[in-house]
């Protein structure tokens, strides 16, 4: 049974940063690729952010391009967002998930039904 267990979320004005963790655990988190989505009130679940097992690759979301960063370190088994810059439409409850298919193109790693596992959201408010 794999597990993702997210932290990092907050409250925190615009313009400021936050980092977001996700730890996945019962499986080798080396063979899987990550990512992660938002959903805010009243909206559907959007895709924010993707990293690849391999290389590894990165791919974001255009409302995020050049402010959110996605990192992950095989070590300490741990896939991050730091998200800087922040604005008011990033609030959303951010959900981590992972695959265990290698996820290179936007119609895979753009869609959340590539992805079979789920942290639970953690809630990040940006205030104006």
């Known amino acids: 049974q794999v597990q993702l267990v997210e932290s990092g979320g907050g409250l925190v004005q615009a313009g400021g940063s936050l980092r977001l963790s996700c730890a996945p655990s019962?499986?080798?988190?080396?063979?899987?690729?990550m990512g992660w989505f938002r959903q805010a009130p009243g909206k559907e679940r959007e895709f924010v952010s993707h990293?690849?097992?391999?290389?590894?690759?990165?791919y974001y979301a255009d409302s995020v391009k050049g402010r959110f960063t996605i990192s992950r370190y095989n070590a300490n088994n741990t896939v991050y967002l730091q998200m800087n810059s922040l604005k008011p439409e990033d609030t959303a409850v951010y959900y981590c998930?992972?695959?265990?298919?290698?996820?290179?193109?936007?119609?895979?790693?753009?869609?959340?039904?590539?992805?079979?596992?789920w942290g639970q959201g953690t809630q990040v408010t940006v205030s104006s």
């Open positions: 990293i690849t097992w391999s290389g590894p690759n990165t």
């Open positions: 019962g499986h080798t988190f080396s063979n899987l690729s």
């Open positions: 998930a992972a695959s265990t298919l290698e996820l290179n193109s936007e119609t895979q790693f753009g869609s959340r039904w590539a992805y079979i596992y």
